[in-house]
């Protein structure tokens, strides 16, 4: 069993593989932390999903750009693909299903992977509905897999007043489901106004503050 120091050090390790493109050590350092006994679904969160998430942190702010997000997304799948296998059941508490999607009229998505890769990392299972989804698709694929949650995002403010019309739809088929809403217009106010549940600032945030609706939803 590794030392708190040495674990450390792997997290460490793999946030920086990531955010570095690096995906050869995303690798090796991902087969030293189950080497070396650190639990699978912290290193995946801690590690992984962090570095995922200050990538996200630098194509906001123009460091990075397509190019390096997809280099940056190899070398977390690199890493993922390892210790996905052994992340413990119980270790993500709430794991379920997810549909998400970016409003119709709105073409931006590269929130919306961020989102979906944090899912993904945390065990979900994603339904991806893609980029400009018609409205009333989020009510249809939601009933078509009886996901938990629906996530919209939107980065327009044109689409995003879309959205508490999307949130009618699934509500009519289904009172029950959690909903997420999210993208660069929205506040948590704006969000909760249109009649979603939740709101993540960004993608490091939504899998906690998903889990969190969810448990408050299903009155656990």
Request: hydrophobic share 45%.
């Amino acid at each position: 069993m590794a030392s708190e120091e040495r674990t450390q050090e792997l997290i460490k390790g793999l946030y920086d593989a990531v955010v570095a493109m690096d995906e050869e050590q995303a690798a090796e350092l991902s087969q030293m932390v189950l080497r070396e006994g650190v639990d699978a679904y912290y290193a995946v969160m801690n590690g992984l999903a962090a570095g995922m998430d200050k990538v996200g942190r630098l194509y906001a702010e123009q460091e990075y750009f397509v190019p390096e997000l997809l280099l940056c997304s190899d070398a977390l799948y690199a890493g993922l693909g390892i210790l996905k296998p052994h992340i413990k059941t119980e270790a993500a508490h709430i794991k379920g299903q997810i549909v998400i999607g970016v409003a119709e009229g709105d073409v931006h998505d590269i929130g919306k992977n961020l989102v979906k890769i944090m899912f993904e990392a945390a065990g979900w299972t994603v339904h991806d509905l893609g980029k400009d989804v018609k409205l009333e698709k989020f009510a249809e694929e939601q009933q078509r897999t009886k996901a938990d949650v629906v996530a919209i995002s939107a980065l327009m403010t044109t689409s995003m007043l879309a959205i508490p019309q999307a949130i009618k739809m699934i509500r009519e088929r289904d009172p029950k489901v959690a909903i997420l809403a999210g993208g660069a217009p929205l506040t948590r106010d704006i969000a909760t106004g249109y009649g979603a549940d939740g709101y993540a600032r960004n993608a490091g945030d939504v899998v906690q503050e998903a889990i969190k609706v969810l448990s408050r939803v299903r009155g656990d």
